[in-house]
């Protein structure tokens, strides 16, 4: 997989997983979720993206929009 789509295999995951801790839990756990579309949206503006430098760091192949 390349680098842009670990990404937003990541993103996804950490959303899904927020939604059913918060649903399971504590609504404190939509904070992870919000924290990850806030990352999202200042990454499509600014192309830095931490998580695409640690998957690059891990030798992911680069591609896609992170790559």
């Given amino acids: ?3 842009g789509r670990l990404v937003t ?11 059913v ?3 399971i839990g504590s ?6 979720a919000a924290f990850v579309g806030a990352n999202l949206v200042q990454s499509s503006f600014t ?6 430098m640690i998957y690059r760091a891990l030798g992911a ?3 896609g ?3």
């Fill in 9 to 19: 295999l990541t993103a996804g995951i950490l959303i899904l997983v927020s939604l």
């Fill in 61 to 63: 192949p680069r591609g």
């Fill in 47 to 52: 192309g830095f993206c931490p998580a695409a």
């Fill in 21 to 23: 801790f918060a649903w």
């Fill in 1 to 3: 997989m390349t680098v």
């Fill in 65 to 67: 929009a992170f790559g």
């Fill in 27 to 32: 609504d404190w756990w939509l904070l992870l």
